[in-house]
């Protein structure tokens, strides 16, 4: 099979599993994807098939949108809620009067091009080293800002349907600390992992993210991706290559 799926990528699974599967499923050695989900989001996963893959390259540069909830006063060694918790300001959140206003000045201010440093907990390579796998031997290197660009960030309503369910930590903490639920467009690069540590350092409370959903990447939106049970049913059905785009 040739041509691109786009994938709603579930919880739990790293890209590289949903690569894996389609491989099996479509019978089709070459199978890759564009943009890297971490593990705990959500969302738009674009997965080329075939003589499509020579096509990845022109897409890993499109601008990515995301929906988003930060835990104010956790932080995490991760930056997420898939990490160990490195401080706990819970009591001290709550005591202290966070308004929006101050809320929004900081989204302005990361707003425009700004400077990142990667996080150590990133797929980023190092002297061909990924800095996840030094990161979970303790050690931390050094890392060089890099400039990206934030094209929108905004607040979102609670309990935003496009956040879908939350992870039994976000339950757990949901009634004892401040959540803010945000919308982000951004370009190639950015990770909004760090983008909300930063923005926990500035409030002076700490933060992590808590849920993450990619809901658009260049051209491809949340509308129309698939999600991998649909996906393999179509398969069970060989129904599967009338849901692939050819480009």
Known sequence: MDGILIVDKPQGWTSFDVCAKLRNLT??????????????????????????????????????VYVGEMVLGVTTDTGDAEGQITNDKLQTTNNTKITIKEIQNLFRKYTGEIEQIPPMFSAKKINGQPLYKLARKGII?????????????????????????????NRDVQSQVSLIQFYVHCSKGTYIRQLVVDIGEDLGTGAHLSALRRIKSGKFTIEEAITMDALIGLAQEGKLQNNIQII
């Open 27 to 64: 019978q089709t050695k070459k199978v890759g994807h564009s943009g890297t989900l971490d593990p705990m989001a959500t969302g738009v996963l674009p997965v080329f098939l075939g003589k499509a893959t020579k096509l990845i390259q022109g897409f890993m540069a499109d601008d990515k």
């Open 141 to 169: 290197v050094e890392r060089q800002p890099r400039k990206i660009r934030i094209f929108e960030l905004r607040f979102l309503e609670p309990e935003n349907e496009l956040l879908g369910s939350k992870n039994q930590r």
